[in-house]
Structures are given as structure tokens and as C-alpha cells.
């Protein structure tokens, strides 16, 4: 778990710096982070490579089986009680790619693992909660976006996030 934190604040601060303002980084950290539900239900993923000797932790991600749409541990607003896949959606959740890493297709196959897991696991449809930088790969993805929810933190900065489904 150290690791998988370590992989979220460096893509927290990096990978949003061409989308967020400094502020909006900051806000956007308020519900991002580690979800111990998705370890302890084994919908989490951990995508490691070998670079120069050593065993990198180069994405993290996964989906929920939980009505919890994102956020980790500490997002205020959490419902962790079970979906159920006849009528409700899986969750992709918490996904995270290493800044020297992206463009590289571990996103993809993140929600590909995910997909596939949700759809054995009996779902028809899966949802997330997406910040503006995860939407474009998102969007060619299959996702389409059902809303769009702005909030703000206690210093006045805003972090949008986009509700996003797809068939299975």
C-alpha cells in the first residue's frame, strides 16, 4: 500500500498540471486517494514492469463492486454497500498512472482489466467518476458522459467531476 500512495500523490501532482491550476490540484486531492474497500474486495490492480533491474509500479486501478462512485478512505459521502448487478452499475475506480508512464497504454489496460472482471462478476453497466483529465482517455473508451458535478473546498477552489457510463 505504500507504494500504490506514493503512485497517487506523484500522479495527483504531475499528471493534472496541464489540465488544473495549483488550486485545483489541491481540490481535487480532498477525494482522491486510497480505497482499501477495492484491496480487500481484489477489484484493485497493480501494474509493475522491470526498468533497469528494478520492479516498477508503473498504474494502479481497478473497479467497484461497491455503490462508492470515487474517493478514498477519507471522501466524505461514501456508500459502501454492495451493487447489485442486476440493476446497478459497476464502479471504475482510483485509477493512477507513474507521470514518466502515460501515453504508454496502461490506463487502457486498467479499465480493460476492470471491464472484464465487472462483466464476470454479472454487470451490465459501469459507471465513473472521472476528473478532467482522465476524461479524454474515457471518452475513447466507450464512456459517455451523464453529468457534470462542480464542487468546491474549503479555500474556494473547484474540482469538477464527470459522471461517465458505458454498456458492458
Aim: glycine share 10%.
Amino acid at each position: 500500500m505504500p507504494s500504490i500512495i506514493e503512485l497517487m500523490q506523484l500522479a495527483i501532482a504531475e499528471n493534472m498540471k496541464d489540465f488544473l491550476s495549483s488550486e485545483e490540484i489541491t481540490a481535487a486531492q480532498a477525494t482522491m486517494g486510497l480505497d482499501t474497500t477495492l484491496i480487500d474486495d481484489k477489484t484493485y490492480f497493480a501494474i509493475e514492469t522491470v526498468d533497469r533491474g528494478e520492479t516498477v509500479l508503473v498504474g494502479c486501478g481497478g473497479w467497484g463492486k461497491r455503490k462508492t462512485l470515487y474517493g478514498g478512505n477519507h471522501t466524505k459521502g461514501r456508500d459502501d454497500s454492495l451493487a447489485d448487478p442486476t440493476k446497478d452499475a459497476a464502479r471504475i475506480r482510483a485509477m493512477y498512472t507513474h507521470p514518466d508512464w502515460t501515453r504508454k497504454g496502461i490506463g487502457t489496460l486498467l479499465i480493460d482489466l476492470g471491464e472484464a472482471a465487472a462483466r464476470e462478476a454479472g454487470f451490465k453497466t459501469i459507471e465513473l467518476g472521472s476528473t478532467l483529465p482522465g476524461e479524454p482517455l474515457y471518452h475513447a473508451r466507450g464512456y459517455r458522459e451523464i453529468s457534470r458535478e462542480e464542487q468546491f473546498n474549503e479555500g474556494g477552489s473547484k474540482n469538477v467531476i464527470i459522471l461517465m457510463r458505458k454498456t458492458l
